[in-house]
């Protein structure tokens, strides 16, 4: 595969520009970090936090920035379990930090 191509099967019409707040979540979940979601009763999230492998939390990603990542598909959860980054995300962020060297 040459540089700077796509893994087979990943859209690319999903890989956009991300924030800064998107690209500082990203971040924490390439390390190894994850989104915990507080639920209601009808399992509609009401929070969002995003942990670090450490168990550090981000401040200033909450709710709103996960919806955006989700609807995105910048991440995902397997198996029913924590969010984390998916394969979009990791090529997103991958063109966020090229774009920062060059610009």
């Known amino acids: 595969m040459t540089p700077g191509a796509l893994a087979p099967g990943l859209r690319t019409h999903n890989i956009m520009n991300i924030s800064k707040k998107e690209r500082k979540a990203l971040e924490v979940l390439s390390f190894g970090g994850t989104i915990i979601l507080e639920k209601d009763s009808r399992n509609r999230p009401l929070d969002a936090s995003f942990v670090t492998r450490e168990g550090w939390s981000l401040e200033g990603a909450g709710l709103a920035e996960f919806k955006v990542l989700k609807a995105k598909r910048l991440v995902v959860s397997r198996n029913g379990g924590n969010y984390t980054i998916s394969r979009e995300g990791v090529v997103s962020?991958?063109?966020?930090?090229?774009?920062?060297?060059?610009?």
């Open 93 to 103: 962020l991958q063109q966020a930090r090229q774009a920062a060297k060059k610009g």
